[in-house]
């Protein structure tokens, strides 16, 4: 038999959160507000729709209404430290679920004058098996839609931006880090701009996936104790509150027993860190020396780049953005394992997925804003130093093939490598083509424009 633990006479959580908090003290850190948020949302939705259908459940009208009302109040961010639960507990949630369940009985009984259980009234027509996946579903994809495409747009229009502000600026094209035909810093620009409207492009169709609730199913999807009219009329009311493709699913064993759409997103979460890490390393390349580097860019100087190097300037967003891609990398690998064990009608390994998934959101979000305004924004092109590049680099020569042919152009490319000179400069020595000739073939301006 267990032993049920005193609660606190000061805190409105109940036995099970009590048994909860002294079960796992693993990590310290409570579950994401966001997904106790969401999960108030639901709990709101669930008591209006049971003191609707009050003659098949046994929560009356009112006492639906003042359900609601608390859920509702939490859900915009009252009594959050009454959610003190770890965030490893038990695998379905229901720690969770059953801390929500006490604290709304707790404060609608004040208020109802008669008693409201967590279980038979606040729990009404719901399993910590269809409420938890659901509330996660809900709280990442808000996340996603509220927070992290918003500062992604940002992103792409500063990009934008400075691909136009960059577009006459000719550098060194570099493929396997070596020199490549001559494009524009614009041209680069835009191209990051393009990766990301990608990213936000793949977030945005997953979504209506996330979406898709489970709710109604209860134990194991048979959607045993719940009205018929319940879930569509919860999912209904939780859509119009949170302005999400919010729907029920007629399939909810499928949707209790795995969570495909979580590790979907958390996917797109990955590819979205992988193109950051892309963009962020090219720009610190590119800002590298001043002296020893190649110093094409400039970014602005945030810091002291050195506790002892005075006057280094480090490219300090650049370093913290990859490494919030580290974090998300492993983030998915740890949703990937998790989203593969589910058995048979249930994940257990829910509370794992909300803590990484809306870890990953969380990071991209901050580290993309301030990426933006405080490093890309301020991007200052070194024109001369890019053009010079171009123009010194033996790639140009490829302009020159199909006047020259390959194999002598290639004679030409390790002639002024051997002498320290410039290909244009053997070429004219050999009478091979005129300086006139020359100088329309080699005009890096042109080479670097789109054809």
């Known amino acids: ?126 399993s910590s098996n269809d409420v938890i996946p659901s509330a996660i579903r809900i709280a990442a994809a808000g996340g996603v839609v509220d927070e992290l495409v918003p500062v992604l747009e940002r992103l792409t229009r500063v990009l934008r931006r400075k691909s136009r502000e960059f577009a006459t600026v000719v550098k060194a094209g570099r493929t396997h880090l070596m020199d490549a035909t001559p494009i524009t810093l614009g041209a680069e620009f835009g191209a990051y701009a393009t990766q990301i409207e990608l990213n936000i492009e793949r977030l945005r169709e997953c979504i209506p996936r996330v979406c898709m609730l489970p709710l109604g199913g209860t134990a194991v999807g048979t959607g045993i104790n719940a009205p018929r009219q319940f879930a569509p009329r919860v999912v209904r009311r939780l859509a119009n509150s949170t302005s999400l493709p919010l729907r029920a699913v007629r399939d909810r064993v499928a949707r209790q027993a795995a969570q495909d759409e979580l590790v979907e997103l958390s996917s797109h979460l990955r590819t979205l860190a992988m193109s950051l890490v892309k963009i962020a390393n090219d720009v610190r390349w590119m ?36 490494q919030v891609a580290v974090q ?10 998790a989203g593969s064990q589910g058995s048979f009608e249930l994940n257990t390994y829910l509370p794992v997925i909300a803590h990484n998934v809306l870890e990953s959101i969380t990071l991209l979000t ?17 024109e001369e130093v890019c053009r010079d590049y171009a123009e010194r680099s033996p790639a140009i020569a490829a302009a020159l093939n199909e ?49």
């Not at 998300?328 to 394992?337: I, R």
């Not at 305004?373 to 092109?381: H, K, L, M, T």
Request: glycine share 8%.
């Open 1 to 126: 038999m267990v032993e049920i633990e005193q609660t606190p006479a000061e805190v409105a959580w109940g036995a099970q959160t009590q048994l909860a908090i002294t079960n796992f003290p693993i990590s310290g850190r409570p579950v994401d507000p966001r997904l106790i948020r969401a999960l108030a949302r639901i709990k709101a939705a669930a008591g209006t729709v049971n003191g609707a259908l009050a003659e098949v459940t046994v929560v009356d009208a009112a006492m639906g209404r003042v359900i609601a009302e608390v859920a509702n109040e939490i859900a915009h961010g009252a009594y959050l430290d009454q959610f003190p639960v770890d965030v490893f507990q038990t695998g379905s949630g229901t720690s969770t679920n059953m801390n929500m369940n006490e604290v709304v009985a707790t404060f609608a009984s004040q208020r109802l004058g008669r008693a409201v259980h967590p279980n038979d009234h606040v729990n009404a027509s719901q």
């Open 287 to 322: 800002a590298s020396g001043p002296h020893s580097g190649l110093d094409e860019i400039a970014l602005p100087a945030l810091q002291a780049g050195s506790s002892i190097m005075p006057g280094k300037v480090n490219p300090v967003l650049c370093e913290v953005v990859t």
């Open 328 to 337: 998300v990398f492993g983030n998915d690998a740890s949703v990937a394992f």
């Open 366 to 382: 901050n580290a993309t804003r301030e990426f933006t305004e405080r490093c890309v924004s301020g991007i200052v092109a070194h």
């Open 403 to 451: 006047r020259l042919g390959y194999d002598r152009v290639a004679e030409a490319v390790h002639e002024a490598e051997r002498h320290g000179v410039t290909v244009r400069e053997i070429v004219r020595e050999r009478g091979w083509l005129s300086a006139r000739e020359l100088d329309a073939l080699l005009d890096v301006q042109r080479l670097a424009s789109p054809q």
